[in-house]
């Protein structure tokens, strides 16, 4: 099964507006970037993040190197983990209960 990774992170947290999640990504050139998604909206926590809400911010070639699942709101300091560290695998079984 293919995910089209950054709208499926974005359905799972309009279903689940009390989460959060924590993805760090590899692009398509290898590079690392961590996005947070929240109540449907991407934003990077490395790059910047276009203004625009209809431009993807996961690449569509992104791999998933691990995941959190947190309580909102998010607190840096102090995170609230619903579940940390997910596999690719076991984000994709989440983020597949949400189609």
């Given at each position: ?24 990504l590899i692009d398509e050139l290898g590079e690392v970037d961590q ?65």
């Amino acid at each position: 099964m293919v995910l089209d990774l950054g709208p499926d992170l974005e359905r799972y947290t309009r279903q689940h507006p009390r989460e959060v999640l924590l993805v760090e990504l590899i692009d398509e050139l290898g590079e690392v970037d961590q996005v947070m998604v929240y109540r449907g909206f991407s934003s990077s926590l490395v790059r910047s993040t276009p203004d625009d809400p209809d431009l993807p911010v996961v690449p569509a070639q992104a791999r998933v190197r691990v995941a959190h699942r947190l309580l909102s709101p998010y607190d840096p300091h102090h995170p609230n983990y619903i579940q940390a560290n997910l596999t690719p695998t076991q984000l994709e079984q989440l983020l597949s209960s949400c189609r």
